[in-house]
């Protein structure tokens, strides 16, 4: 791996999650000073692009593209964050990168996305389980996978977001075969929504698309002039180039869980705690649980028995994404089958039996919790009782 002119290709976002600030170049000399932009909270952060060839970061964009060369085109490169230098030690993993020409231009963040969600950058990725030690999943070989840009909810939709897209869907012709519940006495309007099968999510996004004046993505028919509002249809037929709300994907679902990182366990590395996510420990069984054994104790605060936990009670991952390990499961667009597709946006076979969840559940050990686990269930079942399925929304971001 080459770090090509470390300080010479390190470039710093000043106030890229806030106000105003400025992007510069960092390195032997401030040389190049771009415009002030409206960013969204405040922080600090540093790039490097690392990968067979010396390449160099040229330019940093106002609206958060970076311009780079000196690559071989067809090779992989990876961007690295760093929140602190000079040291800047503790260098992260934030996109790989497939170099399409010599001089390349790839967008890394957007100053302004869409409220509540966060911009996952185009790139390729290893999609499956890279921990050698992780014998036990068997229906996730390593696959290299190549994701368009897209936005994605910060957050698990919680019951109050539920709730008022639901209360509007009610009046505009949408009927839902479940409404909805919330597991937890702590804050419960805050916490995901669970007991909602897989076709009330898909007409839950197709409504909440509507009521934001966005183009809905699903449909009853392949000419896609019927907007799915009601019943479980045998096919739904997704308009992939609208711009509304929609299910991810399983490899955006795993890209985004990632958070740039390469081939760990889990969103944040190698090991877990229940001060990283709501999910059940069992130290004696799985020697990456670091514990503690049972509940999370977070889950049980206003409540009498141990539930979800506020949406956010836990550190985000490398993309700003919070629960992509715990809390409850997350529907996925795809089918479940095996061994599943590589190449470049996949979106799973076209028919079968089970859809996708993943992310573990409050319930359910740190086994599930894995960003490489792969977990599945019938498109009309929800699970309310020892296990909770919840949902996230994305949109495309029109690369």
Do not use: H
């Amino acid at each position: 791996m080459n770090y090509g002119s470390c300080f010479r290709s390190v470039f710093c976002l000043l106030g890229q999650f806030v106000a105003k600030g400025r992007v510069l170049k960092a390195g032997l000399a401030a040389a190049l000073l771009l415009p002030s932009f409206t960013a969204v909270a405040q922080e600090a952060r540093f790039f490097r692009i690392l990968g067979p060839t010396a390449a160099t970061i040229t330019t940093f964009q106002p609206g958060g593209a970076i311009i780079w060369s000196n690559a071989v085109p067809g090779s992989n490169y990876t961007v690295q964050t760093v929140a602190a230098l000079p040291g800047g030690t503790n260098w992260v993993d934030y996109v790989q990168l497939a170099a399409a020409q010599p001089v390349n231009t790839n967008t890394l963040v957007d100053f302004n996305p869409p409220a509540g969600m966060a911009l996952i950058p185009a790139g390729v990725f290893t999609m499956g389980n890279a921990v050698a030690a992780d014998t036990d999943i068997t229906d996730a070989p390593p696959t290299n996978v190549s994701v368009l840009g897209f936005y994605m909810d910060t957050n698990l939709v919680t019951s109050s977001l539920w709730q008022t897209v639901y209360d509007w869907a009610g009046t505009n012709g949408y009927r839902f075969e479940n409404s909805g519940e919330v597991k937890s006495g702590n804050d419960p309007a805050q916490n995901p929504v669970v007991t909602v099968d897989w076709y009330d999510c898909v007409k839950w996004c197709n409504a909440r698309s509507q009521q934001a004046g966005k183009t809905p993505v699903y449909y009853t028919d392949a000419a896609l002039t019927q907007v799915f509002t009601n019943g479980d249809p045998v096919v739904v037929y997704p308009n992939w180039s609208a711009q509304g709300f929609r299910l991810p994907t399983e490899a955006e679902w795993e890209k985004a869980a990632r958070g740039g990182l390469i081939g760990q366990r889990f969103p944040w590395g190698n090991l877990i705690n229940e001060n990283l996510a709501d999910y059940r420990g069992d130290t004696s069984v799985y020697p990456y649980d670091l514990g503690p054994n049972g509940f999370n104790a977070i889950g049980a605060i206003g409540g009498t028995s141990f539930a979800t936990t506020p949406v956010g009670s836990f550190p985000p991952n490398g993309y700003g994404l919070y629960d992509m390990a715990g809390n409850v499961f997350e529907w996925c667009w795809d089918w479940y089958g095996t061994p599943y597709a590589g190449g470049t946006n996949p979106t799973g076979p076209s028919s079968g039996t089970y859809r996708v969840v993943r992310g573990g559940t409050w319930s359910a050990f740190a086994n599930y919790c894995r960003s490489g686990f792969r977990g599945s269930s019938a498109p009309s079942d929800i699970i309310n009782t020892d296990t909770s399925i919840g949902l996230r929304t994305v949109m495309s971001a029109g690369q």
